[in-house]
Each structure stands twice: as structure tokens, then as C-alpha cells.
């Protein structure tokens, strides 16, 4: 087995988080893994885990895209022989930060290759550039929770305290891009609804701190983003019933969706089982998960990894 010149690690993210629309990320315990092996002929991948319903040329992989961007944005040649090899654990188009994540490995794989130059702040500028917002991808830099303004040319990002929740992630097996969500949101919106969200993120964030479960229940809500998404997403309400029925403090979108995420201070499989109790006679196709909050975010490991991943 050859020896991986390094693997790249980046955790799953949820993004808004009700209210915060394109500006509050939180990093999840899910986490995307890929060895770069700079052998062999031209550019191959092999993945193991959740990979996109569709063929996808390795040149066209978000993974490479990203890794050449860094390349270009660097003056230098992308590497003769690159062969990657990826583990996913986060599921493809769910809401759960799968683009960020790739985009990420790619930046950082070409970081590491190139001498490790950059900030993470350059590193976030790059990846919401290729994205088109940056809140994931500054969850998945940075770890924990993360805040997230722009003054129109740059970034400013910091972390914000998070108590110890829990989460119950259901995924709907529902084909519903980033990108399509996002073309069907509202160029403008009345002041009214601006003001309802900002000052609700306000309180999403106190009550992200400070573990405080009935705040973050009046605090996750929103009139910019969800209105118009959830709608789209079958299942969505009865999922979000059943959250509120299980006991869980708040539920919202995962991002653009289609997952929905459920927080906890208490026990996540208590409510996991309620909920499964509820949506399974629904015969939703759908899928769960309880990450916990990571506070750890991306990083580069020397060393090897499974070279036993199928080609794609
Ligand atoms: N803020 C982004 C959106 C997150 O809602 O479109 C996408 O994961």
C-alpha cells in the first residue's frame, strides 16, 4: 500500500440556524476524510461512503475544482499525478455542509502541497467565493460556532460560546440543490421580516451560549429563507411536528435544506426514537443522525489512510 502524502479532514455544518441567513455556521461531529497521493498517472478519485446520484468527471470534482482554484490563485501548476482518496460521512446535497466540506479539502490539499501559506481566513475568502456564501465553510475552518459579517470586499468571522447541545438530523430523501434553493428566495424583503431576523439571530446566538432550550425555541425563527424552502421539501412539516411533539427545544432548516435540524440539551435518542415512533408509520424515506457540535474544525494530518475505496 502506498503511503498517502497526507489526508485532509473537514466536518459537517449546519448554516442559519433559523434566522442567521448566510451568517451563523456551526460544525458538527461528521467528518469527510481524503488521502492525496501524488502517484500514478494523471487524476483519479476513489470514494467510499455517501457520493453525488450522478457521474461526475474527476476533473468536474468540487475536491479538484477547488485544489486547482488554489493552484491558479497561487501562480502555480496543478501536480502531474494526483490520485485522492475520499471517505464521506456527510451526505451529499443535505444541508450538512457536503460542498464546504469538498471545497475545503480541495483548499487545503493544495495548501499542504504547496507549502501551507495561507490563513484561514484567505482559505474562507477562496471557499465562500467558489461556494457563494461563507457560512459553512467558516464553521467548517473554524469549528464550534461561528459568526459571520461582510463590508462588501472581505469577511469578518469570529467564534461565539455554544453550550453542550444535542442534535437530531433528519434527512429526507429529496433532491433539492443548494443552488435551486437559493434561486427561489426573494431578491427583497420588507423590513418587518429584516427586522424579525436580526433580532431573533440576536437571541439564536445568547441562546446557542448559553444552553438556554425555551430561548432558542422563540429565537429559531424565520421569515427570509424557510417560508419559501420547506414548502418545497416533502415530509417537512410533519418532520417538524414530530420534533416539537419529541421534546426538542428548536427545529429548523439545515441550511438550505432538505434536512431538518433538532437541538438538545437532553439525551438526542430519546427524542430520536420519539420521532422515529411518529414519522415511521408516515413512511417518510428519510434518514437520522445525532452529531454532536464539534469545536474542532478542519485540519491536515500527515499520515495515511484507507486505500480501500471504490473507483468512481
Ligand atoms: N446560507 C446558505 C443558504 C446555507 O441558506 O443557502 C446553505 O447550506
Redesign the pocket.
Known sequence: MTQAAFSVHVPATT??IGPG??SIGLALDLWNEASFFFDGKGLSFSVQGYRPAFEIQPENNLIYKAFAELCRVCGKATPQALRIVCNNRIPVGS?L?SSAAAILIGLLAADAWLGSQLSKKELLEIASAIEG?P??AAAAIYGGLIGICSDGTSFHEDSFPVAEWNTVVVLPKFDLS?KA??KILPEKVCLKDAVFNISHALFVMQALGSGDENLLGIAMQDRL?QPYRIPLIPGADLIINAAKASGAAAVGLS??GPSLISFTMSDPETILSKMRAILEPAGLDIEFFTPRISRCGAYVAASAANEQASEF
Open positions: 448554516a442559519n441567513f448566510d444541508g455542509g456564501h457560512d459553512n443548494t434553493s437559493r429563507h441550511g438550505a
